[in-house]
């Protein structure tokens, strides 16, 4: 512990960043980064102590100087199919109007194939799309609020041509007049060996020749339709970063299909589950369903009592179970109550879903609300692992 401490002396201020770190067991823990060399992460345990670990035996960096991901549903970005997604600003179609450009401050202009493309956001609104789901036509949403759908053929410098449902001519929609587009893209896996970067500004792009120092990342990204560039940045902009350990990789359960399979009514009035930010927030006897991928090995989760807009003194009425099935596996049992408002999950889960219901306890649904969140399901992909490239 003294030499720990006398080697933490001995760093310069600011050379040591908190974050939590995730590894295949899915137990994160608390750290201090201070350098990412040659596939080597150098870092301050909770106990002070200074440790190094390959990369490729880790899983996950999340919360990067405390930063939480943003919520990018109203936000204006682009969201590809693959998982990448860019802030930024609307630059324009391509020439030949099967595409458009887009301008993130950090990594510069991309160039996006309307067949790569998930949705756009415009404007920043009101209206939140769901990025689980993929709607069966593409859909405009005008700032209005009203949603044209149908077939988008091309973009171009008037506006987005639109195909109609109903049939008939091509008609020209102003980007003026449009907040967000959605299109009926399927989308795919990520299967390169990249890790995968998450901006504090929500975006997120491959990268690999990762190397941490001083409070700097440098790296490679692979913005699509351009070639692979050479980036720095501070780490006070980064927000996570998914390694490719091996073909492991971690998902959040709120990028996945998900349905509510019963309507919960509590005192006559309806309460869905919700997906608030990074979290999904249940009340009694609600049961959620959630799609897995092939290769899903474990789920974990933060499981809570939810005591939002709640009075202390009613807290003590809570008193419910988190039941969580997957596959054939027995069900596990998780209790909430108002004396033990938090449990942690960490346990096996496989394809082709994971069943989430909360029991009401001996007073009833009364207070039985669950905030579920950092809720992630680990996934193997197929590949042979990482590249030899930055001793990967």
Not at 55 to 75: H, Y
Not at 373 to 390: E, K, M, Y
């Amino acid at each position: 512990m003294a030499l720990a401490c006398l080697m933490c002396a001995a760093l310069p201020a600011g050379a040591v960043t908190p974050a939590r770190l995730i590894g295949p067991d899915l137990e994160a823990q608390p750290i201090e980064i201070t350098t990412l060399d040659g596939g080597t992460l150098n870092y301050f345990d909770a106990q002070r102590t200074l440790q190094s670990a390959d990369i490729d035996r880790l899983v996950q960096l999340r919360e990067i100087n405390g930063d939480e991901l943003v919520d990018t549903s109203r936000m204006p970005g682009v969201w590809l199919t693959n998982g990448q997604r860019f802030a930024g600003n609307w630059v324009g179609p391509t020439e030949n109007g099967s595409g458009l450009l887009w301008q993130h401050p950090r990594i510069g202009t991309v160039t996006l194939s309307l067949e790569d493309i998930a949705r756009v956001n415009w404007v920043a609104g009101d209206t939140e799309i769901d990025p689980r789901e993929t709607p069966a036509a593409d859909t405009l949403t005008l700032v209005n609020g009203d949603a044209l759908s149908g077939f988008i053929s091309s973009l171009t410098e008037e506006g987005v041509s639109l195909v109609p449902d109903s049939g008939g001519a091509a008609v020209t929609i102003p980007y003026g007049r449009i907040a967000s587009m959605s299109l009926s893209n399927a989308g795919t896996d990520i299967v390169e060996p990249n890790h995968r970067l998450t901006l504090t500004d929500g975006t997120r792009v491959l990268a690999d020749r990762l190397e941490i120092s001083g409070g700097l990342l440098s790296c490679r990204v692979f913005p699509p339709g351009a070639s692979a560039q050479e980036m720095q940045m501070p780490l006070d902009e980064l927000a996570r970063i998914d390694f490719w350990a091996g073909g492991l990789r971690l998902v959040d359960l709120i990028d996945l299909p998900m349905r509510s399979t019963n309507m919960v009514y509590v005192f006559g009035l309806p309460v869905p589950m919700r997906v608030s930010g990074q979290s999904i927030r249940m009340h009694a006897p609600g049961e959620v369903a959630v799609e897995l991928p092939d290769g899903s090995e474990r789920f974990a989760a933060v499981a809570e009592l939810d005591t939002q807009d709640a009075p202390a003194t009613m807290t003590d009425w809570a008193d419910f179970e988190v039941v969580v099935t997957s596959e054939e596996a027995e069900p596990q049992r998780f209790r909430v109550t108002g004396l033990n408002p938090m449990i942690r999950i960490n346990m096996p889960a496989a394809a082709p879903a994971l069943k989430l219901r909360l029991d009401p306890g001996v007073n009833g649904p009364i207070l039985d609300r669950l905030l579920l969140r950092d809720a992630v399901i680990l996934i193997r992909t197929p590949g042979s692992g990482p590249s030899d490239d930055n001793g990967r």
